[in-house]
């Protein structure tokens, strides 16, 4: 067995170190939050997730956390980054993290030491930037000096059937060796396919390629799902009925908006690259435009049951259900809810926040307490705390709207009870 450093203790770091730890390896984790740090080496999670909850219960004193390069680095013989790639508020790819720490981990990796980036990169980012900081420290990937391969992150929190050990992965390198020594690294700690791409160029594109992928499909979604509105035509029903096709339709929901660390941040990599070398992605950034509005759309759904009633939107007391931008868990990146409050708030609206798993940032208590100050409610995540709520409770402190940004309550429920309902698509 290897010994590992994993650079980035987060929602995709830190259950590949639980992985790692749990096949055998020897785990180190590199993060700069010494917070984080503390917590782990207490086999706490920093993070809201069972899965990793769990597996850090499992693997108690078999991580070893620090925020000390000198104190894993030299000693491992696979390093792999996990640092964010975000993109900054105009909407470029930011690679300031995976700058910042290949070149801190330059300055101790030994001699043949593979050094794998999992961050989600644009194609040619590492032949482009990572390497010309590897090789000022005298460290030549092209010559195995040090083995350099990308195998893009594929985590999905929360998800109980699809964890980190059981979906298969993509390796590419800059040279075969790098792409061989990946492989077979990731054979065992995964108990899926490994497969090896021709080169490093193709690996990069590949995690661009599905969640742009995702994106494109939600947005036609999302686009039909304000046609269908205008004619009266409930989503879901055409979804459900489309579904019974057996091939060619892949079922795809229209939401309240699009969050994440992936969906609506990889295609920004592919826009920004292909601008660079003389192409321009017009379905994609069309796409990004439809996804991005859907927050919007969302208050103006409310806004047009309030002109039912003669009411503005102004002053009015809004409950928003759910900070995260994915149900049952604590991830808050990306998420539309935080669009949708500064949109209701920036009307004039009085908004009150809760989340079960972000209860830091809400500003009431509890649900009950959102129920019993809001009259109207918006659902922007649809934790099961929310999908199994007491619909009962809305009638008794009189909220006369509910807006299903996912299309996750019983519609028929809420109107027998008086209460205006309007999904996405769906009224």
């Known amino acids: 067995m290897e010994t590992v450093t994993i650079v980035g203790l987060g929602y995709v770091g830190l259950p590949l170190a639980c992985l790692c730890a749990e096949k055998g390896h020897k785990v180190y984790g590199l993060e700069i939050d010494e917070n984080k740090v503390n917590l782990i080496n207490k086999s706490q999670s920093p993070i809201q997730d069972e899965y990793v909850i769990n597996k850090l219960k499992k693997v108690t004193g078999k991580i070893n956390a620090t925020t000390n390069p000198d104190d894993c680095i030299p000693n491992s013989d696979i390093v792999i980054t996990c640092v964010p ?9 930011d690679l300031t993290a995976l700058k910042r720490s ?21 194609p040619g980012t590492v032949e482009e930037i990572i390497v010309p900081i590897l090789k000022k420290q005298n460290l030549d990937p092209g010559k195995n000096d ?10 999905d929190p929360g998800n109980k059937k699809w964890t980190i050990e059981d979906l298969p992965r993509v390796v590419g390198g800059i040279t075969k060796e790098a792409t061989k020594k990946a492989a077979e690294f990731y054979k065992t700690i995964i108990k899926a396919d490994i ?5 490093i160029k193709a ?8 969640n742009t992928f995702r994106d ?18 409930d989503i879901t029903e055409v979804i459900k009925g489309a579904s019974t096709k057996p091939f060619a339709f892949m079922a795809h929901y229209p939401g309240a908006g699009v969050g994440g660390h992936c969906i609506p941040v990889d295609p920004y990599y592919l826009i920004e690259k292909a601008r660079q070398i003389g192409f321009t992605h017009k379905f994609l950034s069309l796409a990004r435009e439809i996804n991005n509005n859907m927050p919007n759309y969302t208050v103006q759904l409310l806004e047009n049951e309030l002109k039912k009633l003669e009411k503005s939107i102004k002053d009015a007391k809004v409950g928003v259900l759910g900070l995260a931008y994915k149900a049952n868990v604590d991830d808050i990146r990306e998420s539309p809810s935080a669009e949708i409050v500064e949109t209701l708030k920036n009307k004039g609206a009085e908004v009150f926040v809760f989340d079960p798993n972000v209860k830091k940032e809400s500003n009431v208590r509890d649900f009950d307490e959102l129920l019993s100050k ?3 409610i918006v659902l922007a995540t649809d934790h099961k705390e929310f999908r199994n709520m007491d619909l009962s409770k809305l009638e008794k402190n009189k909220i006369s709207i509910v807006i299903d940004g996912r299309n996750c309550l019983d519609k028929e429920k809420i109107k ?8 996405i698509g769906r009224s």
């Open 416 to 423: 027998s009870m008086g209460i205006a309902y309007h999904g």
């Open 85 to 93: 790639t975000p993109i900054t508020k105009s909407r470029s790819p």
């Open 146 to 155: 040090v083995f350099v391969a990308h195998c893009p992150e594929r985590i």
């Open 195 to 199: 497969l090896e791409l021709s080169n």
């Open 102 to 122: 290949v070149t801190e981990i330059s300055k101790f990796l030994k001699p043949n030491t593979l050094l794998i980036i999992e961050s989600t990169i644009h």
């Open 203 to 210: 690996a990069e594109a590949t995690k661009i390629m599905e």
């Open 216 to 233: 494109i499909n939600i947005a036609f979604v999302n686009e039909m799902a304000q046609s269908f509105d205008k004619a009266g035509i």
């Open 374 to 376: 809001s009259d109207y």
